[in-house]
């Protein structure tokens, strides 16, 4: 994939309609990038649907405005192309699925050859591109020579092209096929990890009870160590259990994540693994080493071309360190009031594995000291920029010139008898430090859609807006306003499809991420000031002390009066000497928001501390930061988030009557008592504070009860709050259906149902 994405690779390109199914099924990221590079403007790509029969064959071409003119007329369109050959790509092993690629690269060539024959003006068509069979499955590289088709080892026919000695860098390290020499020379060495059993097998030994199944999750702080959640194969979601304050997973079949200490335990998993894991005998459980070991001075001394069992026959002293922690400390711990030890285990299958590319960058000391410059292949180490990632061991000509720079590597397989994964440059992302290198790490690290739009989604954001105004009966009619976006984003349509893709805006510290083109988010969509634009608009009767009598939802047009920062609104509320209608409905809605504020503190809503922050930086050219504050919040901060709370509230209430099994609503799980531990811990010893997390009210009490305890420290309370947040569960989004209705409630909000209704602008969901 990374291949055929790359810069230098110009070769036209046919995806069979057979292998983008299969990818579907077994990689929607892959998937998504396959269906990403056919819609590419700087490729030439063809999705050919093969399962139809002979006199129904399609094929999907693109033209590339004039840039590119059919050369025949008839079922395909023979462009001109760069090289005289079309790739198919091929990675399947299913003996059905290679029979089809190889019946449909015949069927092309044979097509091709024959249209030629027919076209009238056959003298401007001398020749017909040949359509190549792309695999490294030696056996269907044989039955496609025994029956006439063009094939190639991906490495080789890479060999032929312009550019490759950069091409050859990115093509996945199991890409070359094993020497005989190779095996001879493999089957002499011990492995060093255990052979992991089979999908099936594993899948069986945890419905059975012999195995639990869970994510597996890297210590960042102690790369020997790992705590992975243990589940019992039940009937939920794996996404309905999340990580608590250690990156853990707590499930009901234990009060404690299974601990996995030891490269043998780990058994070759990467954080994010679903994995099948197997209990240890409870004499051998333990607590959690709490020494934080260096993972760079302990590997400081490994040789990437020694990453193997040869290596791995002696174990570091870091890692006899780490089993060394015998079960009778925590024995002792738990009598001194510590933890109690967690069950340990030992991974025995790969369930799923959850590799991607990873930000990197060369370990300066992996390279060869006599070969330090030049395009020399060379085996180096990857290191990633997440601590919870093995280093990668990686082929390349480029080391040298990669020194310093931001990478892009991707993991291709890990066997039993390497000591670290191996995988290969994709590549580079620029200079390290440099502000364009930083920025694209960061999308990239955390899965952040950044391209720009494309041609065929071409097409200040202000989502929402507010009234107020009293009633004739003496309550109030409050309304909140909601960009129409559906009005302009179809369903099934490429923007839908992209907005999905992208699923919110992201801010960083000098750019935003779009989730929709500018021309929608910034004009159309935005319920600008003093212009008609669509809404949608739930509008309450509410009683001076803020209760509804009454909502009613309708589409409208609105015209805004005015756009104000929350500073700018404040401010007018404060101005004593201001009342015009437009400033009296700004002091309206905030005394309304007021009491609604209170009823929702008054039934256990948390309120947990998520300071924003704004970086100042020298110049826009810089990424040097000079000063960082945090941003200031105003009442009509508040008041705007409590209308917008409550109009979601109000629509998850209207949706669930309307859907009762379909509506799409969010929750917020209450977290597990023992995800709390290590803060209470904290806390008592430290500070002689007791947080109380029996209940979202016993818990909000007790928040509020620390900021008492050290008034010299205005930041403590803040400081505990934020704490208390990395120990919540994430929120998720559900259908109605699929759970029961007393698992609707949120939380974090004390609301008994809850669904995202505003923002449409920049959140998809």
């Not at 070991?293 to 890692?319: C, H, T, V």
């Amino acid at each position: 994939m990374d291949l055929m994405e790359h810069d230098s690779f110009k070769v036209p390109i046919i995806i069979l309609q057979t292998i983008l199914e299969e990818v579907r099924h077994r990689s929607l990221p892959l998937y998504s990038r396959l269906k990403q590079l056919s819609q590419s403007e700087d490729k030439i790509v063809w999705t050919f649907y093969n399962e139809f029969s002979r006199s129904d064959v399609q094929v999907r071409h693109r033209l590339f405005d004039g840039r590119m003119k059919p050369r025949m007329t008839g079922t395909i369109a023979v462009c001109t192309f760069a090289r005289d050959r079309a790739l198919v790509p091929c990675a399947l092993p299913a003996y059905t699925l290679r029979l089809g690629i190889r019946v449909a690269t015949k069927w092309y060539n044979v097509h091709l050859e024959e249209a030629r024959q027919r076209s009238p003006s056959k003298q401007q068509v001398p020749e017909v591109p040949v359509v190549v069979l792309l695999t490294d499955d030696a056996a269907n590289r044989k039955f496609a020579g025994e029956l006439g088709i063009p094939t190639a080892q991906v490495r080789d026919y890479v060999a032929g092209l312009a550019d490759a000695g950069h091409l050859t860098d990115v093509l996945a390290a199991d890409e070359q096929e094993v020497t005989a020499e190779e095996i001879q020379t493999t089957s002499k060495r011990s492995p060093l990890y255990t052979e992991h059993l089979s999908t099936s097998s594993c899948k069986a030994g945890v419905a059975s009870g012999h195995f639990h199944q869970g994510y597996f999750n890297a210590s960042q702080y102690n790369y020997l160590e790992v705590k992975n959640n243990a589940i019992i194969f039940l009937p939920r979601r794996l996404s309905e259990i999340a990580s608590s304050l250690q990156g853990s997973v707590n499930v009901p079949a234990f009060s404690k994540p299974v601990l996995l200490i030891g490269r043998q335990n780990m058994n070759r998993a990467v954080d994010g693994d679903i994995v099948a894991v197997e209990l240890l005998p409870q004499s051998e459980w333990r607590t959690s080493v709490d020494e934080v070991i260096d993972q760079e001075a302990a590997l400081r001394n490994d040789d990437p071309d020694k990453s193997d069992a040869e290596e791995g026959k002696d174990m570091g002293e870091a890692e006899k360190k780490a089993m060394r922690h015998e079960p009778k400390e925590a024995t002792s711990g738990l009598r001194n009031g510590g933890s109690s030890p967690q069950p340990t285990g030992r991974i025995v299958g790969i369930i799923k594995r959850n590799w991607r590319a990873y930000v990197c960058h060369i370990d300066r000391t992996s390279l060869s000291s006599h070969v330090q410059t030049g395009s020399t292949m060379q085996v180096v180490f990857a290191t990633p920029l997440s601590r919870s990632i093995p280093r990668i061991r990686l082929r390349t000509r480029q080391a040298p010139s990669l020194l310093n720079q931001k990478i892009l590597v991707t993991m291709d397989r890990w066997d039993a008898m390497s000591r670290y994964p191996e995988g290969h440059f994709v590549r580079s992302l620029g200079q390290v430090e440099s502000k364009e290198a930083e920025r694209e790490s960061l999308l990239l690290e955390f899965d952040v859609p950044f391209r720009p739009f494309g041609r065929a989604v071409r097409c200040q954001d202000i989502d929402d807006a507010l009234h107020a105004r009293p009633l004739p009966n003496g309550n109030i009619e409050a309304g909140v306003h909601i960009a129409d976006v559906s009005h302009f984003v179809h369903a099934d349509t490429p923007m839908d499809s992209e907005a999905a893709s992208r699923g919110t805006t992201v801010y960083l510290v000098d750019q935003r991420i779009d989730m929709l083109p500018s021309l929608l988010g910034t004009n159309l969509c935005s319920l600008r000031p003093h212009v008609e634009r669509l809404a949608f608009s739930a509008i309450w009767e509410l009683t001076p002390m803020a209760e509804i009598v009454n909502v009613r939802f309708t589409k409208s047009v609105i015209a805004s009066k005015m756009a104000f920062t929350y500073e700018e609104a404040q401010k007018r509320m404060d101005d004593r000497s201001l009342s015009d209608p437009l400033t009296e409905s700004i002091r309206l809605l905030n005394m309304l928001a007021k009491k609604l504020k209170a009823a929702r503190m008054a039934a256990g809503a948390l309120n947990l501390a998520s300071p924003e922050i704004k970086i100042h930086l020298q110049s826009a050219e810089s990424s040097d930061p000079i000063d960082v504050e945090q941003k200031a919040l105003f009442e009509t901060n508040s008041l705007v988030e409590e209308f917008m709370l409550l109009a979601n509230v109000s629509v998850a209430r209207r949706i669930y009557e309307a859907f009762p099994q379909t509506a799409v609503l969010r929750r917020h799980v209450a977290p597990p008592k023992t995800n709390f531990e290590k803060l209470q811990d904290i806390l008592m010893k430290r500070k002689g504070i007791k947080l109380d997390v029996s209940s979202s009210g016993a818990l909000a009490a007790s928040l509020d009860h620390c900021i008492y305890q050290d008034p010299n420290e205005p930041s403590f309370n803040t400081l505990v709050r934020i704490m208390a947040t990395r120990c919540m569960l994430a929120a998720e989004y559900f259908a109605s259906g699929s759970v029961a209705r007393d698992a609707f409630s949120h939380y974090g909000l004390a609301s008994p149902i809850y669904t995202h209704f505003t923002s449409p602008i920049r959140r998809y969901a």
